[in-house]
């Protein structure tokens, strides 16, 4: 949980300024969804040892409603798809990945029906503790990481940014706006002047 990775929340007084640090990388906790597209020959499986996931409620076990990948063969459909994306840069499906999709089915046994007639499928898979999924190679040529330190003068200062879901992870926040008087948009219009 978030608030079980903050280790240091000092109290607003003194130099304005809020730090925040956390036990692991709070990009590297979120988990990360892909879709992938696999294709099977007509001869063969998919390569997939398929465990139905399970929690611990209250209520005893119970289906968690996805699937774990909990090996994948060698020499299959999966495995094939795999080794050729090492040049590519996404993730290749390994153990403990969840399968939450295959094409519109989402429960584990529409899923594996549709797997079972299918020649082609596309796969939506969730890792846990990585971060966001790996883009195309292609999309991923510009530096996207940066730091601004931003300091407030007065306690009506607000950051000035309006988040959204992002289109290509929705577990993960986009900035959608830099809201005009905030301290993002002053901090902008000093970096383009200096």
């Excluded at 994948?72 to 290749?92: F, L, S």
């Excluded at 846990?128 to 009506?156: D, Y």
Aim: proline share 6%; hydrophobic share 35%.
């Amino acid at each position: 949980a978030p608030a079980a990775m903050i280790n240091l929340l000092p109290s607003s007084g003194g130099s304005g300024r809020l730090e925040l640090r956390f036990s692991r990388h709070a990009a590297k906790s979120a988990p990360g969804v892909w879709e992938i597209d696999v294709t099977r020959r007509q001869d063969e499986g998919w390569g997939l040892e398929l465990r139905e996931q399970e929690m611990t409620t209250p209520a005893g076990i119970r289906s968690a409603g996805v699937l774990r990948v909990h090996s994948v063969a060698a020499g299959c459909a999966v495995d094939r798809w795999n080794n050729c994306q090492g040049d590519r840069g996404q993730w290749q499906i390994q153990p403990n990945d969840l399968l939450v999709a295959c094409e519109s089915e989402v429960t584990p046994s529409r899923v594996l029906a549709r797997l079972k007639t299918a020649q082609s499928a596309r796969f939506t898979l969730l890792r846990w503790h990585r971060g966001p999924a790996p883009e195309a190679e292609e999309a991923c040529s510009a530096q996207r990481h940066f730091e601004v330190t931003l300091k407030r003068a007065s306690s009506g200062d607000r950051l000035g940014l309006r988040l959204s879901p992002s289109t290509l992870d929705p577990t993960r926040t986009v900035v959608a706006e830099v809201l005009p008087g905030g301290l993002v948009d002053s901090y902008n219009k000093e970096a383009r002047n200096g």
